[in-house]
T-cell receptor, first 113, second 112 residues
Framework: GESVGLHLPTLSVQEGDNSIINCAYS??????FIWYKQESGKGPQFIID?????DKRQGQRVTVLLNKTVKHLSLQIAATQPGDSAVYFC????????????FGKGTKLSVKP | KAGVTQTPRYLIKTRGQQVTLSCSPI?????VSWYQQTPGQGLQFLFE???????NKGNFPGRFSGRQFSNSRSEMNVSTLELGDSALYLC???????????FGPGTRLTVT
C-alpha cells in the first residue's frame, strides 16, 4: 500500500496461527510504548499500549511484552486473521510531551487464508 | 464521535511552491501532532501543538511550520517545496492527559 516502506521486514503466517512481531526500541528512558496497525491508505490505528512499570499487558487477541533489560517490545496476535494483514509499528515516548512519539520502522504482516 | 479529519487527502505541487495542510482533531482533544511518513524514513515526528502553542518540534528544517487555532484545529505549512517533501503527512490528536494518539487518514503530498 501507499503508506508502507519498500523494504520492510515481512512476517507471513497462516490464518489461525499466532503471530509475534518484535521491536527494538531506542531509549532506555522511554516510559510509554504503543503498537499501531496501519492498513494501506489509512492512518495508524491504536492496538495496545504499555507503560514501563509493566512487563505484560493483554487486550483482545493481543498481548504486548516489554523487556526493559534488552529494550525489546513484542506484539503477540492470537488466532491471526486475514483482517490482521497490515504494517505494524511500535512507538515509544521517552518522557517528552505526550504528542512526541518515536516510531520504529514497521513490520509487514501477511496472513495467508 | 467523529475521528480526526485531514484535508485535502491528495495534493500535487511543483518544486518551489508552498502548501498548507489542515487537521481537525477529535472533539475535546487539545493536543495535535504532525508526522511525516516516507518509505525511506518511516514515520517521523514534525511538531506538536497544545492550546495554540507549539510544545515540541522534531528535526525538520524551518520550511516546515504549523499553528493551532483556538478550536484546536491545526494547519501545517511547507514552503519552498522540494522533491523530498513528497510524503504522507499524518495528523494525530490526543486528550490532554493521555498519551494515546488517534491518527487521521493523512494527506498524500506529491511534489513534482
Amino acid at each position: 500500500g501507499e503508506s508502507v516502506g519498500l523494504h520492510l521486514p515481512t512476517l507471513s503466517v497462516q490464518e489461525g496461527d499466532n503471530s509475534i512481531i518484535n521491536c527494538a526500541y531506542s531509549n532506555s528512558a522511554s516510559d510509554y510504548f504503543i503498537w499501531y496497525k496501519q492498513e494501506s491508505g489509512k492512518g495508524p490505528q491504536f492496538i495496545i499500549d504499555i507503560r514501563s512499570n509493566m512487563d505484560k499487558r493483554q487486550g483482545q487477541r493481543v498481548t504486548v511484552l516489554l523487556n526493559k533489560t534488552v529494550k525489546h517490545l513484542s506484539l503477540q496476535i492470537a488466532a491471526t486473521q486475514p483482517g490482521d494483514s497490515a504494517v505494524y509499528f511500535c512507538a515509544e515516548n521517552y518522557g517528552g510531551s505526550q504528542g512526541n512519539l518515536i516510531f520504529g520502522k514497521g513490520t509487514k504482516l501477511s496472513v495467508k487464508p | 464521535k467523529a475521528g480526526v479529519t485531514q484535508t485535502p487527502r491528495y495534493l500535487i505541487k511543483t518544486r518551489g511552491q508552498q502548501v498548507t495542510l489542515s487537521c481537525s482533531p477529535i472533539s475535546g482533544h487539545r493536543s495535535v501532532s504532525w508526522y511525516q511518513q516516507t518509505p525511506g524514513q518511516g514515520l517521523q515526528f514534525l511538531f506538536e501543538y497544545f492550546s495554540e502553542t507549539q510544545r515540541n518540534k522534531g528535526n525538520f528544517p524551518g520550511r516546515f511550520s504549523g499553528r493551532q487555532f483556538s478550536n484546536s484545529r491545526s494547519e501545517m505549512n511547507v514552503s519552498t517545496l522540494e522533491l523530498g517533501d513528497s510524503a504522507l503527512y499524518l495528523c494525530a490528536s490526543s486528550q490532554e492527559w493521555d498519551y494515546e494518539q488517534y491518527f487521521g487518514p493523512g494527506t498524500r503530498l506529491t511534489v513534482t
